[in-house]
């Protein structure tokens, strides 16, 4: 009987121990989350205000929350350029 008393008593320690590793595998991902995050996030070169992607007819755009200015990836002006020039509007006309 005392056997099964240090049996358990093992038991019970090994999963204490392996929940508290859980626990703290947990925490540890999610700081890394949050400095990945923070590292993924753009600055709008103009005013330092975050620069937030938004879908423009189907092109992604970078937004700037403070000063709206819109800021274009490469190859994202000539998405919007083909575009307008497909459907006729004045942007592909004033650059054109």
């Known amino acids: 009987m005392a056997v099964d008393l240090e049996d358990r008593g093992q038991a019970l320690e090994n999963e204490y121990f392996r929940r508290k590793e ?17 590292n993924t996030e753009m600055l709008c070169p103009r005013c330092d205000g975050k620069l937030i992607e938004t879908d423009f007819e189907d092109i992604k755009i ?20 083909d575009k307008e ?12």
Not at 22 to 38: D, H, T, V, W
Not at 85 to 96: A, R, V
């Open 85 to 96: 020039e497909k459907e006729g509007g004045w942007l592909s006309k004033f650059f054109g």
């Open 22 to 38: 859980q626990e703290l595998i947990q925490k540890m991902k999610a700081r890394l989350e949050a400095e990945n995050a923070k």
């Open 62 to 81: 970078d937004v700037c929350n403070k000063c709206t200015g819109v800021w274009f990836d490469a190859g994202e002006l000539a998405q919007v350029m």
